[in-house]
């Protein structure tokens, strides 16, 4: 269940996209749960994360840059393949809201623990 978990949030930590610790804490959760269960709270967070970062860019006002940020990130993994946009990073976020990642795993934890 640890590596399932790392397995999965690591790419998004390698990308820049996601912080360390989030990574742990999926990861912990991996250990206790098992592999199976494990994907069942990545897919979880990862809904309640989409949700939750959607609410941030509406109540901040970010919702226009957020897709264009998205859409410029997509176009420079293709010409680039997927490694981090040296603008769109949580280094260089500057000013952008930033969605607290453990919300959302504690979010798929409830859902991933209700649903077993």
Do not use: E
Request: aromatic share 12%; proline share 6%.
């Amino acid at each position: 269940g640890w590596l399932v978990g790392a397995a999965i949030f690591f790419p998004l930590f390698a990308l820049r996209g996601l912080g360390g610790g989030d990574v742990k804490l999926i990861a912990a959760l991996g250990a206790w749960l098992g592999p199976g269960q494990t994907v069942w709270l990545a897919a979880f967070s990862a809904i309640a994360g989409g949700v939750l970062a959607l609410v941030i860019a509406l109540a901040s006002g970010y919702t226009k840059q957020a897709f264009t940020n998205v859409w410029g990130l997509l176009g420079y993994w293709k010409v680039m393949g997927m490694k981090p946009h040296p603008g769109i990073t949580l280094d260089a976020a500057g000013t952008a809201p930033r969605v607290p990642y453990a919300l959302p795993i504690a979010a798929g934890l409830v859902m991933t623990l209700w649903l077993r």
